[in-house]
């Protein structure tokens, strides 16, 4: 007897290669089984024909730390909307205010949080419409041995170190806080998210510094700093950074992301590693609103619906070294999202203020977290 059992969906797990109508099966907090008209015996079944179910969706940048930085969002509520399962706080706490975020966010939330940690001891402290401070501006807030020992002491929630270098960030600290937090993170053996806003540093400064499995984060950004050039034409330190094995992750935020770059890069056949919101106070109620929202663009672009489920499950499950959230498979843990994918007429607008049409858009309709049906949202 499981414990529940969602029946009769499209189940879309690209780790496992299944695109099909499937039953999916949860126990002890666990996926149990998935297959095509499992033994119906669940304490509760419920019906999702006609819908789509996914691994539980991974929003790899955002800011959840709401309330002790005034950048933060409430994770509850953005997840409700979005079917986000799990949100990775994409540096607002630094070694000096992490245990807050774990004591105070992570634990008591239903949606899993896991996060980057600030090179700087603050985190992002001064962040709001009228007020602009960039953590990485003053290089005493930076101080890696801090940094080191706090992420030695909590490995269960941190899976990297984020850096935001830029002149928004770190006023004229250019590339040193990478630096820095590279240094960090090779100790730990995990990956650094870099943010890139206005020079300095420039983009290919910052893609030389990055490893094989680092994150650039605002990949998709427009100019400066943009991955196109005036013509349109992906550039060449771009498509060499791709190929040596930088991860490209979207954080859409309030600059990061433009329709033309994004046209542009599929066109040459980049598909973003990870698509992700940035969601935070200054653009929860646009232009990125959630990972769902930002997911819809994607699909509005051309690019098919299972790559960009891949690039909100199975990819930054990966990039994080988490590969058990990011698919279906028995034994993992139980976190699924139910989808709808709506007809109408729908605008998307990107941070240039270009407005796009779709005919479609992805719609939550539910989440499974931790193998317990979480809550039903209205949909379309
Ligand atoms: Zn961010």
Same mark, same amino acid.
């Given at each position: 007897?499981?414990?529940?059992l969602?029946?009769?969906? !499209?189940?879309?797990?690209?780790?496992?290669?299944?695109?099909?109508?499937?039953?999916?099966?949860?126990?002890?907090?666990?996926?149990?089984?998935?297959?095509?008209?499992?033994?119906?015996?669940?304490?509760?079944?419920r019906?999702?024909?006609?819908?789509?179910?996914?691994?539980? =969706? @991974?929003?790899?940048?955002?800011?959840?730390?709401?309330g002790?930085?005034a950048?933060?969002?409430?994770?509850e &509520?953005?997840?409700?909307?979005s079917? &986000? *399962?799990?949100?990775?706080?994409?540096?607002?706490?630094?070694?000096?205010?992490f245990?807050?975020?774990?004591?105070?966010? #992570?634990?008591?939330? *239903?949606?899993r949080? =896991?996060?980057?940690?600030?090179?700087?001891?603050?985190?992002?402290?001064? /962040?709001?419409?009228?007020?602009?401070? %960039?953590?990485?501006?003053?290089?005493?807030?930076?101080d890696?041995?801090?940094c080191?020992?706090?992420?030695e002491?909590?490995?269960?929630?941190?899976?990297?170190?984020?850096?935001?270098?830029?002149?928004?960030?770190?006023?004229?600290?250019g590339?040193?806080?990478?630096?820095?937090?590279?240094?960090?993170?090779?100790? =730990?053996?995990?990956?650094?998210?870099?943010?890139?806003?206005?020079?300095?540093?420039?983009?290919?400064?910052?893609?030389? #510094?990055?490893?094989?499995?680092? @994150?650039? &984060?605002?990949?998709? !950004?427009?100019?400066?700093?943009?991955?196109? *050039?005036?013509?349109?034409?992906?550039? #060449?330190?771009?498509?060499?950074?791709?190929?040596?094995?930088?991860?490209?992750?979207i954080?859409?935020?309030?600059?990061? /992301?433009?329709? !033309?770059?994004?046209? #542009?890069?599929?066109?040459? %056949?980049?598909?973003?590693?990870?698509?992700?919101s940035?969601?935070?106070? +200054?653009?929860?109620?646009?232009?990125?609103?959630?990972?769902?929202?930002?997911?819809?663009? /994607?699909?509005?672009? %051309?690019?098919?619906?299972?790559?960009?489920? !891949?690039?909100? &499950?199975?990819?930054?499950?990966?990039?994080?070294?988490?590969?058990?959230?990011?698919?279906? $498979?028995? %034994?993992?843990?139980?976190?699924?999202?139910?989808?709808? +994918?709506?007809?109408?007429?729908?605008?998307?607008?990107?941070?240039?203020n270009?407005?796009?049409?779709?005919?479609?858009? =992805?719609?939550?309709?539910?989440?499974?977290?931790?193998g $317990?049906?979480?809550?039903?949202?209205?949909?379309?």
């Amino acid at each position: 007897m499981h414990d529940l059992l969602l029946r009769g969906g !499209r189940v879309i797990d690209p780790e496992q290669g299944i695109d099909g109508i499937c039953d999916v099966a949860f126990q002890g907090g666990k996926v149990a089984a998935i297959g095509p008209k499992l033994a119906q015996n669940a304490h509760e079944i419920r019906d999702i024909s006609g819908l789509i179910v996914t691994p539980g =969706l @991974i929003d790899m940048h955002s800011h959840v730390y709401w309330g002790a930085t005034a950048l933060g969002v409430d994770a509850e &509520t953005i997840s409700k909307r979005s079917g &986000t *399962t799990t949100f990775v706080d994409a540096g607002s706490a630094g070694a000096g205010n992490f245990a807050g975020l774990r004591r105070f966010i #992570a634990e008591p939330s *239903t949606p899993r949080i =896991l996060a980057y940690l600030n090179i700087s001891f603050p985190g992002i402290f001064g /962040f709001s419409k009228n007020v602009m401070v %960039g953590e990485c501006e003053d290089l005493r807030l930076l101080d890696s041995r801090e940094c080191l020992a706090l992420a030695e002491q909590n490995l269960d929630l941190i899976v990297g170190i984020k850096a935001r270098v830029g002149a928004r960030a770190g006023g004229s600290s250019g590339l040193a806080p990478l630096l820095l937090a590279i240094e960090v993170a090779e100790e =730990l053996g995990l990956p650094v998210m870099a943010h890139i806003d206005f020079p300095p540093p420039g983009r290919r400064e910052v893609l030389d #510094a990055l490893r094989p499995g680092d @994150i650039l &984060t605002h990949c998709f !950004r427009p100019f400066p700093n943009a991955p196109i *050039t005036r013509g349109d034409q992906v550039r #060449a330190d771009i498509i060499e950074a791709h190929k040596r094995g930088i991860i490209f992750d979207i954080g859409h935020g309030f600059g990061g /992301f433009s329709f !033309r770059s994004a046209r #542009a890069m599929l066109a040459e %056949g980049i598909l973003p590693d990870v698509i992700s919101s940035d969601v935070h106070v +200054l653009c929860c109620d646009g232009p990125a609103y959630d990972v769902l929202a930002v997911m819809s663009k /994607f699909m509005a672009l %051309g690019m098919p619906l299972t790559e960009v489920i !891949r690039a909100t &499950t199975q990819n930054p499950a990966r990039a994080m070294q988490r590969p058990e959230l990011g698919s279906l $498979k028995p %034994g993992t843990p139980g976190d699924a999202t139910v989808l709808d +994918l709506c007809a109408g007429s729908f605008e998307h607008v990107d941070v240039s203020n270009e407005v796009i049409t779709a005919q479609t858009r =992805l719609f939550s309709k539910g989440m499974v977290i931790g193998g $317990k049906w979480w809550l039903e949202a209205s949909g379309c």
